[in-house]
């Protein structure tokens, strides 16, 4: 193993704040892209997910000893959203980030299919997650991955369609390699 190459593993307690740069660098892109209201609400939630007690996991990416890149995990729609009528009770993945710099080298991948692998090991059968078409290179590498669309587990945010995957864990190419 190189110094170079990149380790996924659980967050502890000393990764917060280095979790919050990179959700911060990570998803400052759509900061012009929202109405500013909306980008403060969009960015106290993504802050306050940190701490959420509700999240099962955070998973971290690190190279070089640096925190590049996190995902997290909750076991079910109540506790990813607050939102019991979606009836989702799987694993969901949400705020997935990779800091601008480490884009290209694979750690959404490698968070993504982490997650998958621990999702599978807690006994799930599928994992899911929600996105926008504001996202739409997360998109494209979602599907890229096998997730497939879940219509039936959209949700609205104001106007925005906010578009359900899921990965049916058990015959994930993913997990193959």
Known sequence: MTDSSIIIREAVQSDQAAIRE??????????????????????????????????????????????????????SSVLAYGLPELGIENPIIRLLAVSQKARGLGVATELIRASAKLSLEWGAELLHLHTSDMMASAVKLYEHLGFERAFDKDLMNGDVVVKSYRLHLKEAALLQV
Do not use: M
């Open 22 to 75: 990179v959700l911060l660098d990570a998803y400052q892109q759509y900061e012009f892209t929202l109405s500013e209201d909306r980008w403060a609400a969009y960015k106290e939630s993504i802050l306050l997910a940190v701490d959420s007690a509700e999240t099962r996991a955070r998973l971290v990416a690190v190279r070089n000893d640096e925190v590049i890149g996190s995902i997290f995990i909750f076991d």
